[in-house]
């Protein structure tokens, strides 16, 4: 158990609908980072928040958001979905991953999977 | 750029060493790692290395790192069959704390 939690475990719904999935990082943890792994694009980046700012961005559709909250939880919200959004999301969290370049290891959650029918 | 190749898959009998390789094409990769997905479970993170090592040791874990080739290597001493898993190499370039993964290496242990 990594420590980070994720919810919910599996998400079953329409394309055009809009879902919301949830991450709480390890006790400690500054940074979120949201990844998608699916079977043609393996692993992405999707972004990173650091103590509440948004850190870092990569391959993040902008029908996708997120957010990171006081409590250093974070939201990934996904709308008007298709059905090639269909993967597993991610979530990781690190202590660092700010402007001073510090610890490097990212702890990976179970996954939220997400099936668009 | 990024890139992260890995081979898909590699077969070994129980007790063999398993060495699972990967190779890089950013010259700034910072870190480097190796993650285990088991079916069904999230990444778990098995070791990293900087790219100034050359090689790390931990348990039955040996990561050689070859900088000049871009090369890095997981070598699984002893493998069990709980060993059987997908293993990702993935690295990350210089203050940019996103990590490019590859695709994966599915490791299936023969009894």
């Known amino acids: 158990d990594s420590g980070v939690t994720q919810t919910p475990k599996h998400l079953i719904t329409a394309t055009g609908q809009r879902v919301t999935l949830r991450c709480s990082p390890r006790?400690?943890?500054?940074?979120v980072y949201w990844y998608q792994q699916s079977l043609d694009q393996g692993l992405q980046f999707l972004i990173q928040y650091y103590n509440g700012e948004e850190r870092a961005k990569g391959n993040i559709l902008e029908r996708f958001s997120a957010q990171q909250f006081p409590d250093l939880h974070s939201e990934l919200n996904l709308s008007s979905l298709e059905l090639g959004d269909s993967a597993l999301y991610f979530c990781a969290s690190s202590v660092g991953g700010g402007p001073r370049q510090d610890t490097y290891e990212q702890y990976f959650g179970p996954g939220t999977r997400l099936t668009v029918t | 750029g990024e890139d992260v190749e890995q081979s898909l898959f590699l077969s070994v009998r129980e007790g063999d060493s398993s060495v699972i390789n990967c190779t890089y094409t950013?010259?700034?990769?910072?870190?480097l790692y190796w993650y285990k997905q088991e079916p069904g479970a999230g990444l778990q993170l098995l070791t990293y290395?900087?790219?100034?090592?050359d090689m790390k040791q931990d348990q039955r874990l040996t990561v050689l790192l070859n900088k000049k080739d871009k090369h890095l290597s997981l070598r699984i001493a002893d493998t069990q069959t709980g060993d059987s898993a997908i293993y990702f190499c993935?690295?990350?370039?210089?203050?940019?704390?996103?990590?490019?993964f590859g695709k994966g290496t599915l490791l299936t242990v023969n009894p």
């Open positions: 950013d010259s700034s990769s910072t870190y």
């Open positions: 006790s400690g943890d500054l940074s």
């Open positions: 290395i900087f790219s100034n090592m």
């Open positions: 993935a690295e990350s370039i210089g203050s940019n704390y996103k990590l490019t």
